[in-house]
């Protein structure tokens, strides 16, 4: 299942749908959607799946405002306004993506990133016709991109409705704050609450990520 254009305001409907349905399944994510209200996730990257997956590695392990200077100084090795192309990525020296803040372990995840793409062997378009673990598993095949990024992607590229990411420590954390665990529940714990959340888990991600960090992906 997806919400997508077609639904906008785009999601509205399907959003409140799954909001009337999760609050029904379960008491604290009632509790969360009375406290945080209406859904608003919207995607980030919408059809920009090569650009989606960029940002993502650029992102890895920084904090937002350090990885948005990054993201800003390598865009601005490219003189066109659009997002650099695989091919353009691959030209681009080593040194000058170092100079802009890149590790070389980044680069070596955009540069395989960027070959894949180049010659076909990942064309990220083609995603979208494929079930979500057989996604998440084609996506995992490219350095730097794990299970995480790959579950982000579903969620706010492809909109995929159904995606629960155990191991995202937002997650974990809002678990265990709405069902009042003493200690930061493990992934399977959280795997366990979200079967009730199905087949509406990535707008259940949704408010988990808004009741402990406020709305993300919000328009």
């Known amino acids: 299942m997806i919400f997508d254009d077609k639904s906008n305001v785009n999601t509205a409907g399907l959003l409140e749908t799954a909001a009337r349905e999760l609050a029904q399944a379960d008491q604290a994510m009632a509790a969360i959607i009375a406290r945080v209200g209406p859904c608003q996730l919207r995607l980030t990257w919408r059809s920009h799946y090569f650009r989606a997956l960029v940002e993502a590695i650029i992102y890895q392990q920084l904090s937002g405002k350090a990885a948005g200077t990054i993201l800003a100084r390598f865009r601005s090795l490219y003189s066109s306004r659009r997002f650099p192309t695989p091919e353009e990525i691959l030209a681009t020296p080593i040194r000058r993506l170092r100079a802009v803040g890149?590790?070389?372990?980044?680069?070596?995840?955009?540069?395989?990133?960027?070959?894949?793409?180049?010659?076909?062997?990942?064309?990220?378009?083609?995603?979208?016709?494929?079930?979500?673990?057989?996604?998440?598993?084609?996506?995992?095949?490219?350095?730097?991109?794990?299970?995480?990024?790959?579950?982000?992607?579903?969620?706010?590229?492809?909109?995929?409705?159904?995606?629960?990411?155990?191991?995202?420590?937002?997650?974990?954390?809002?678990?265990?704050?709405?069902?009042?665990?003493?200690?930061?529940?493990?992934?399977?714990?959280?795997?366990?609450?979200?079967?009730?959340?199905?087949?509406?888990?990535?707008?259940?991600?949704?408010?988990?990520?808004?009741?402990?960090?406020?709305?993300?992906?919000?328009?």
């Open 102 to 219: 890149l590790s070389r372990q980044k680069i070596s995840y955009l540069k395989d990133l960027s070959e894949r793409a180049a010659n076909g062997s990942f064309p990220p378009r083609r995603l979208t016709s494929l079930e979500d673990e057989q996604i998440i598993a084609h996506l995992t095949e490219v350095k730097g991109i794990g299970r995480w990024t790959a579950e982000m992607f579903l969620i706010f590229c492809l909109g995929r409705a159904d995606v629960l990411s155990p191991s995202d420590l937002g997650i974990r954390k809002a678990v265990q704050k709405a069902y009042a665990y003493k200690s930061l529940p493990a992934p399977r714990t959280v795997e366990r609450h979200g079967r009730r959340w199905a087949p509406y888990r990535s707008i259940a991600c949704w408010y988990l990520w808004a009741s402990v960090d406020g709305p993300p992906g919000a328009a």
